[in-house]
């Protein structure tokens, strides 16, 4: 349940409750509420079952440091989900899914070693020379690039960032990003409408199309394009999409297939008319 503020205002951003408790050190996220704090921006600390924090416009945003990233690969033994199963959630549940990589510009590939470096301290020596520590993770940079690559080709953006800080101004840039697109776009009471932009080709048409259906981002609409050459086609086999498409799961066959075969008549009476 969304909650108010004393001056009735509705929360903007969204956080992970698990991103602001028990934190021994700043992160990208904790920083970036700091932030909000100051320009008095209304968020709220919430348990998701989905993304570490999520923007308006459908913008879902999972937080994680390269050890993290690199961990997930595999599992832990909390039994946490693994790296797929969490980029596979995101794209399920928003329109633009975001995986914020902390530390992921200072990343050192060592492939001689085969594994890679992150630093964790640094100091200062002289004017142009700095003695840095690191910690080596024992996983193969071309497995390390190989995973970065599988995510994007769901559909994902990644953002890598230098430290906790370099993070929090990236997502305070695109915060701002986001309330200046948003003034010029209409609303509902629980959405937005989708404008309809102009296009200069069939190709655009076709992806906007696709794209409007639930989980289906355009990374998602060009795969099904690909696979199946005309929207057509696509809806046609919509059934087929988990076998003949990466990336595309039962859940958002199910969520397509009843955008696109609910009566009118019974669609209407759900939102209460």
Same mark, same amino acid.
């Given at each position: 349940? /969304?909650?108010?503020d004393? *001056?009735g205002r509705?929360?903007?951003?969204f956080?992970?409750?698990?991103?602001? &408790?028990?934190?021994r050190?700043?992160? =990208?996220?904790?920083?970036f509420?700091k932030m909000?704090?100051?320009?008095?921006?209304?968020y709220? @600390?919430?348990?998701?079952? @989905?993304?570490?924090?999520i923007f308006p416009q459908?913008i879902?945003?999972?937080?994680? &440091?390269?050890?993290? +990233?690199?961990?997930s690969?595999f599992?832990?033994?909390?039994?946490?989900?693994?790296?797929?199963?969490?980029?596979?959630a995101? /794209?399920e549940? *928003?329109?633009?899914?975001?995986?914020?990589?902390? !530390?992921g510009?200072s990343?050192?590939?060592d492939?001689?070693?085969?594994?890679?470096?992150v630093?964790i301290?640094?100091?200062?020596i002289?004017?142009?020379?700095?003695n #840095?520590?690191?910690?080596?993770?024992?996983?193969h940079?071309?497995q390390?690039?190989?995973a970065?690559?599988y995510?994007?080709?769901?559909?994902?953006? /990644?953002?890598?960032?230098?430290?906790?800080?370099?993070?929090?101004?990236?997502?305070?840039?695109?915060y701002?990003e986001i309330?200046?697109?948003s003034?010029?776009?209409?609303?509902? =009471?629980?959405?937005?409408i989708?404008?309809?932009?102009k296009f200069? &080709?069939?190709y655009e048409q076709?992806? +906007? +199309?696709? =794209? !409007?259906?639930?989980?289906?981002?355009?990374?998602?609409?060009?795969k099904?394009?690909? @696979?199946y050459d005309?929207p057509?086609?696509?809806?046609?086999? /919509?059934?087929?999409?988990?076998i003949?498409v990466?990336?595309i799961g039962?859940?958002?066959?199910?969520? @397509?297939k009843? #955008?696109l075969?609910?009566?009118?008549?019974?669609a209407?009476?759900?939102?209460?008319e």
């Amino acid at each position: 349940m /969304v909650q108010v503020d004393l *001056f009735g205002r509705v929360p903007e951003v969204f956080v992970d409750i698990h991103e602001v &408790t028990n934190r021994r050190k700043e992160t =990208s996220i904790t920083l970036f509420l700091k932030m909000l704090e100051k320009e008095g921006v209304y968020y709220q @600390v919430r348990k998701l079952p @989905v993304a570490d924090i999520i923007f308006p416009q459908g913008i879902g945003i999972e937080r994680k &440091t390269v050890k993290d +990233f690199c961990q997930s690969l595999f599992g832990d033994k909390s039994g946490r989900l693994r790296l797929k199963k969490q980029i596979e959630a995101l /794209v399920e549940n *928003f329109k633009k899914p975001i995986l914020l990589l902390e !530390g992921g510009l200072s990343v050192r590939l060592d492939p001689v070693n085969k594994s890679i470096f992150v630093p964790i301290e640094r100091r200062r020596i002289s004017d142009r020379l700095w003695n #840095v520590i690191e910690e080596q993770i024992r996983i193969h940079p071309n497995q390390y690039e190989g995973a970065l690559k599988y995510v994007e080709s769901l559909g994902v953006r /990644v953002i890598k960032t230098y430290n906790e800080y370099h993070g929090a101004l990236i997502l305070l840039s695109l915060y701002r990003e986001i309330k200046g697109r948003s003034k010029e776009r209409e609303y509902v =009471s629980k959405g937005a409408i989708r404008a309809k932009p102009k296009f200069n &080709t069939i190709y655009e048409q076709q992806l +906007f +199309f696709l =794209s !409007g259906l639930p989980g289906i981002n355009i990374i998602r609409a060009q795969k099904l394009l690909e @696979v199946y050459d005309t929207p057509f086609n696509a809806i046609m086999k /919509v059934t087929r999409w988990d076998i003949d498409v990466e990336g595309i799961g039962e859940k958002t066959i199910d969520r @397509v297939k009843k #955008v696109l075969l609910t009566p009118w008549k019974k669609a209407r009476e759900e939102r209460g008319e």
